[in-house]
């Protein structure tokens, strides 16, 4: 199996957590949580989840080492990492599952030379699964067939920026001169990568703070949908940062 189409062992793997994590989706923002050390939420979901998709990462590929969120918060991320490894996020968007809004995922994705080469991304509340393949991003609707999904040229006057819910006007303002985008759409997680990979929206600047969990199997669909990721002027995203506690600086996701 190429590392490509491990893919498709982990679009299983996700949709089976997100069965799993669906129950405690909260459509009235009651889903009870704590706190972690950096004051960011941790549900019962994320905890359950992330315990599934470590037993099934084992089964299916007991040689390959992961760095999951929640154990991460937990016990501290490792020292050093391998050249090959998973990083996985039970619930990328947790703040967005608290409160009832659909736009969260289930993210698992594969390292190899510091890139991300396969990953799986469920969208549990839409029933939506984005995923890498040797042949390119596929996508599912639950109980529907594999689509191949790719990104679309840049649209001119009708570029489309996805944002996050609390974005202040000044920092949009700037973004848009920046960037030359004409609307934008406000949503969480993981799924906004693949949103662009998708061809639904163009262009994601994320000019703050993330885990490498939070973004490496989106950034693995959306290049294999013909996307990018980069960094402060065009650097190569690179991942395996154990020295920096597998922390991002700021990037740009795109699509054509």
Same mark, same amino acid.
């Given at each position: 199996?190429?590392?490509?189409?491990?893919?498709?062992?982990?679009?299983?793997?996700?949709?089976?957590?997100?069965?799993l994590?669906?129950?405690?989706?909260?459509?009235?923002?009651?889903?009870a949580h704590?706190?972690?050390?950096? %004051?960011s939420?941790?549900?019962?979901? /994320?905890?359950?989840?992330? !315990? @599934?998709?470590? +037993?099934r990462?084992?089964?299916?590929?007991?040689?390959?080492?992961?760095?999951?969120?929640?154990?991460?918060?937990?016990?501290?991320?490792?020292?050093?990492?391998?050249?090959?490894?998973?990083?996985v996020?039970?619930?990328?968007?947790?703040?967005a599952?608290?409160?009832?809004?659909?736009s969260?995922t289930?993210n698992i994705g594969?390292?190899?030379g510091?890139?991300?080469?396969?990953?799986?991304?469920?969208?549990p509340?839409?029933?939506?699964?984005?995923?890498t393949?040797?042949?390119?991003?596929?996508?599912?609707a639950?109980?529907?067939?594999?689509?191949?999904?790719q990104?679309?040229?840049w649209?001119?006057?009708?570029?489309?920026? %996805?944002?996050?819910?609390t974005m202040? /006007?000044?920092t949009?303002? !700037? @973004?848009?001169? +920046?960037?030359g985008?004409?609307r934008?759409?406000?949503?969480?997680?993981?799924?906004?990568?693949?949103?662009?990979?998708e061809?639904?929206?163009?262009?994601?600047?994320?000019?703050?703070?993330?885990?490498?969990?939070?973004?490496c199997?989106?950034?693995?669909?959306?290049?294999?949908?013909?996307?990018?990721?980069?960094g402060?002027?065009?650097?190569?995203?690179?991942?395996g940062?154990?020295?920096?506690?597998?922390l991002?600086?700021?990037?740009?996701?795109?699509?054509?």
């Amino acid at each position: 199996m190429s590392d490509a189409d491990i893919g498709l062992v982990l679009a299983d793997i996700v949709e089976e957590a997100g069965r799993l994590i669906l129950p405690w989706w909260s459509h009235g923002g009651t889903v009870a949580h704590v706190a972690k050390a950096d %004051l960011s939420p941790v549900t019962e979901a /994320d905890q359950i989840g992330e !315990k @599934l998709i470590l +037993e099934r990462l084992k089964q299916h590929f007991p040689d390959i080492p992961v760095v999951a969120e929640e154990q991460a918060a937990e016990f501290g991320t490792p020292d050093a990492i391998g050249d090959r490894f998973f990083l996985v996020d039970p619930v990328d968007g947790t703040k967005a599952f608290m409160r009832g809004d659909p736009s969260f995922t289930v993210n698992i994705g594969l390292v190899a030379g510091r890139r991300p080469v396969a990953g799986a991304v469920c969208a549990p509340a839409t029933g939506e699964t984005w995923f890498t393949t040797a042949m390119g991003a596929m996508k599912r609707a639950e109980g529907g067939p594999a689509r191949h999904v790719q990104v679309r040229p840049w649209p001119e006057g009708e570029a489309v920026a %996805l944002i996050s819910h609390t974005m202040k /006007d000044e920092t949009l303002a !700037k @973004l848009t001169v +920046e960037y030359g985008f004409h609307r934008t759409l406000a949503m969480d997680s993981s799924v906004k990568l693949c949103r662009i990979a998708e061809g639904a929206a163009d262009i994601y600047p994320r000019h703050g703070p993330t885990s490498e969990w939070d973004i490496c199997a989106a950034q693995a669909v959306l290049e294999a949908a013909g996307g990018s990721v980069t960094g402060y002027q065009g650097a190569d995203f690179l991942y395996g940062k154990a020295d920096k506690r597998f922390l991002n600086e700021w990037f740009v996701a795109r699509g054509g």
